[in-house]
């Protein structure tokens, strides 16, 4: 067990974090619901020691307090934390931002290093593919589009847009809205339904990242929204219409 953070000194040089165990902490909060969880990375493998499920609805008032139950209940403190995984979207706006600001709190408070990955990146990787999509509401999705020979890319479709894409054959989905339009404009794509993706998925999915010290810089770290809030789109509408004599 760690009893303090490898130095940025002996990370930088080596490329990768000592071979010593690591706890690691993830926290999510794009979806309907959330998550935090917390687990041991030693030799290559990922041991979830716990995770605490947040209602979507109340991140700003219960975040903090599960990041200290998660802690407290695998008797790990906080400078024992070897990274921090964040879910950086797509999702909620405020969702996406109440997340993010939590964990640069706690990055910037402690030094503890961040990598950052796409809940759509999670999603895919649950259901053993590469593609995958979310529902992103108003008859949307929230869509990552990954082909053998080209760099994976995330988009916001309706039907008219998944019309102008070529059909992947096969998608991660973990909603039914999602898999109703997935299905109504490409019907011979494959759909593989698997649970909404969890802070522990991407503890899973990130734990070589951090292994080899793959980090983000916490004073860049944005949230990945793919579509403006509700008070960008309806500001400006209300913004251009004419006054009333």
Do not use: N
Not at 90 to 117: C, D, H, N, Q, Y
Not at 128 to 152: I, K, N, Q, Y
């Amino acid at each position: 067990m760690l009893t303090g953070h490898p130095s940025l000194e002996s990370r930088t040089q080596a490329g990768r974090f000592p071979q010593d165990a690591l706890h690691l902490l993830a926290i999510d909060t794009c979806g309907p619901s959330g998550s935090v969880a917390l687990g041991r990375l030693d030799a290559g493998a990922v041991e979830i020691l716990g995770q605490i499920e947040l209602e979507g609805r109340s991140y700003s008032a219960t975040l903090v307090a599960a990041v200290g139950e998660v802690l407290e209940h695998a008797g790990v403190e906080l400078r024992e934390v070897g990274g921090i995984v964040a879910m950086s979207g797509p999702g909620s706006f405020t969702g996406v931002r109440v997340g993010l600001s939590a964990v640069k709190g706690l990055a910037e408070a402690t030094g503890i290093p961040v990598a950052a990955v796409s809940r759509l990146e999670v999603l895919a990787a649950k259901a053993g593919v590469t593609s995958a999509a979310l529902d992103a509401h108003r008859h949307e999705v929230f869509l990552r589009v990954s082909r053998p020979d080209v760099e994976a890319k995330e988009l916001l479709a309706g039907v008219p847009e998944l019309a102008t894409i070529a059909p992947l054959s096969r998608i991660a989905v973990c909603e039914p809205a999602a898999a109703l339009l997935l299905a109504s404009a490409w019907p011979a794509a494959e759909l593989f339904r698997v649970q909404a993706p969890t802070a522990a998925d991407a503890l899973v999915l990130c734990a070589s990242r951090i292994a080899a010290g793959q980090f983000v810089d916490v004073a860049l770290l944005d949230g990945h929204y793919l579509r403006r809030s509700d008070a960008e789109i309806f500001g400006e509408a209300a913004a251009a219409e004419p006054l009333s004599s």
